[in-house]
Structure formats: C-alpha cells, structure tokens
C-alpha cells in the first residue's frame, strides 16, 4: 500500500502563493507518474498537473498552465506543487495522485480513474 500525505494548503490573499507539498511512503515502484487534483465545492474532481517518473516532462489543466509548477524529488519521493498569483477560482481542496504498479502510459491521464493512490487532500482558499 502507499500513503500520499499533503501539506503546504492555507488560506491567501488573491495574488498571493502557496507551495503543497506531497510525501510518498510504503510500497515503492520502479517508476511512477505523480500528480495533482482538486475539487471545488460543488463541482467535480479536476486535474490540475502530472509529471512524469523522470520529471522530464509535466503536464498542466489550461487553467493553471503559465501559472502553477509541478516538480518532484525522487530522492525524498515528494512531488510539490508551487502555486503563485493565486485567484479566488483556484480554492479547492487538492488531492495528491500516484499511478504505479500497472503499465505507466507516455503520457500521464488527466482522469481520476487514471491514478492508484490519492492523499487526504488539503485546503486552499482564496480571498478576494
């Protein structure tokens, strides 16, 4: 089994800047994609950024391309998730993803069902 575990969520002023943070412990793979999801209230789960086992490649949702940073740190097994100019629109709770275990694809899915392992989530919220 694997455990994501988030941190890094709070509460920021409209242009302000969070970095989350998610550590990976327990049943290690060889490779991994790792990404970020979020969920508003009312409305459902959505991807926000993957990266690949490399970190050579990321991927970005349209509405956060230019703006948010996925990276990780295979060493510490961790993915961050920097997040400046933060608008209102972007608070959600953000939920931490992995995919191993089965056939990694090229590219990381943008489907929760694309993903193995999720964390606890963590809040953000915006303030206008």
């Known amino acids: 089994q694997v455990q994501l575990v988030e941190s890094g969520g709070g509460l920021v002023q409209t242009g302000g800047s969070l970095r989350l943070s998610c550590a990976a412990s327990?049943?290690?793979?060889?490779?991994?994609?790792m990404g970020w999801f979020r969920q508003a209230p009312g409305k459902e789960r959505e991807f926000v950024a993957a990266i690949t086992w490399s970190g050579g490649r990321t991927y970005y949702a349209d509405s956060v391309k230019g703006r948010f940073t996925i990276s990780r740190d295979n060493v510490k097994n961790t993915v961050y998730l920097q997040m400046p100019s933060l608008k209102p629109e972007d608070t959600a709770v953000y939920y931490c993803?992995?995919?191993?275990?089965?056939?990694?694809?090229?590219?990381?899915?943008?489907?929760?069902?694309?993903?193995?392992?999720w964390g606890q989530g963590t809040q953000v919220t915006v303030s206008s």
């Open positions: 327990g049943r290690s793979f060889s490779s991994y994609h």
């Open positions: 993803v992995l995919r191993g275990g089965r056939l990694l694809p090229w590219v990381p899915g943008r489907d929760p069902s694309d993903y193995d392992y």
